[in-house]
């Protein structure tokens, strides 16, 4: 038997609809002020918020991830960071409206290409209601009219944030429909969504691998794709150890559960004896409990006998661990690291250490990648780092935007023509 979609959820999209036709038209400092009570009424309430975020935190099953528990869970400093982001919208120019392109014809035509919203966005997402704030706050200033539904475990603590966004956009003078917070967890209802190009012109999933293929595969509207973060670092003969060291280290153990984490370190041959050691030794400092370590023969062979060391197995190669686990291959050179990269990476980031410029360059040249750093930790891309104000996330596909998702990737060029009165002949 289909699924028949709730009346209340179809009122509420017709709505979300009607109301991205007045934001096309909303002016740049009414936004602003929009976000800016936002980050005021979140401020504000912080000690709701987290009591919110306590009760979400505390129906997990007993044997949750320690990766997923940190991504759900908000602190006194997440709050923060979450309205110094909305503030960071607020300050950054509005696209709607920017000139990409102004010329005129021979036969007098004048032709602009002005940026304009997508329209209607609906963002799927699992675990961080962080992502909340970070959706509406860029789409809403591009613009655009944002359906969010995230995961049933951060239910309480998305109730508050909505409740609080109704709240300053109404203060605002601004339509309170201009998002719709999703507190309705069947999936039916994410599948029969889908089907509906006539409601949603864009989605966008973020989450694990499941959910991406889910909605790859069921979605008649095209897709921002954030597909997952098998990042690597590749350390190579020329590298200073000790700075490749703090680089890997950071990449991994600084908030593992996240898309931007390293997963699997790549180290030179000639360099792996001094190097792995030195690795090993920094990240049990960082991590008292000891890094996993999921590693080749060669690299089990120079660590060998230290704790948290074993045998990697194929798939790990594959497998985007979001723990603190670090997949270790030792390889002949940069054009066997290439290989690798192309053959297990997902597109997302990827870093070179070197002090060879000359190899930084071939490596940032060659590999396939949204984000491809050298001598840096993976964990900068990320939308709030690259001065973006925030992202929907980042995205690996290569059609209509790469990377983070921000402002500008939220708007589309269409033609403005003004005429008088020609014809085609």
Partial sequence: MSYEIPANVETEFLALRQASRSLRQLGSEQKNQALRAVSKLISENSTAILEANQKD???????????????????????????????????????????????????GLRLRRLRAPLGVI???FESRPNVILEAFSLAFKSGNAIALRGGRDSAHTAEVFYRLM?????????????????????????????????????????????????????????????????????VDVDADIEM???????????????????????????IATDFLPRLYELCAQLV???????????????????????AAIPSDWDTEHLEQILNCHVVANLEDALKH?????????ETILTMNEATARHFQGEVDAAAVYWNASTRFTDGFEFGLGGELGISTQKLHV????????????????????????
Wanted: proline fraction near 5%; hydrophobic fraction near 35%; charged fraction near 25%.
């Fill in 244 to 270: 490749a060291a703090n680089v890997i280290a950071n990449a991994k153990t600084s908030r593992p559960g996240v898309c931007n984490a390293l997963e699997t370190v790549l180290v030179h041959e000639k």
């Fill in 57 to 107: 935190l505390a129906k997990l099953p007993a044997d949750t991830s320690s990766a997923f528990r940190d991504r759900l869970t908000l602190t006194s400093e997440r709050l923060q960071h979450i309205t110094t982001s909305l503030e960071a919208v607020a300050s950054l120019a509005d696209p709607v409206g920017e000139i990409v392109d102004d010329r005129t014809l021979p036969n």
């Fill in 166 to 234: 109704r709240t300053a956009l109404t203060s605002s003078g601004v339509n309170k429909n201009s998002f719709y917070g999703l507190d309705n967890y069947e999936r039916p209802l994410v599948e029969a969504l889908l089907k509906r190009k006539d409601w949603i012109d864009i989605v966008v999933p973020r989450g694990g691998d499941q959910l991406i293929e889910f909605v790859s595969r069921t979605a008649l509207m095209p897709i921002i794709k954030n597909d997952r973060g098998m990042c690597h670092g590749y």
């Fill in 341 to 349: 990269i192309e053959h297990h990476g997902s597109r997302h980031s």
């Fill in 402 to 425: 790469r990377g983070p998702v921000g402002l500008r990737e939220l708007t589309t060029p269409r033609w403005i023509i003004d005429g008088r009165g020609q014809i085609r002949k």
């Fill in 288 to 310: 008292p409990k000891g890094l996993r370590w999921k590693c080749d023969p060669r690299a089990q062979g120079i660590l060998g006998g230290r704790a948290h060391v074993e």
């Fill in 122 to 124: 609906l963002m799927i």
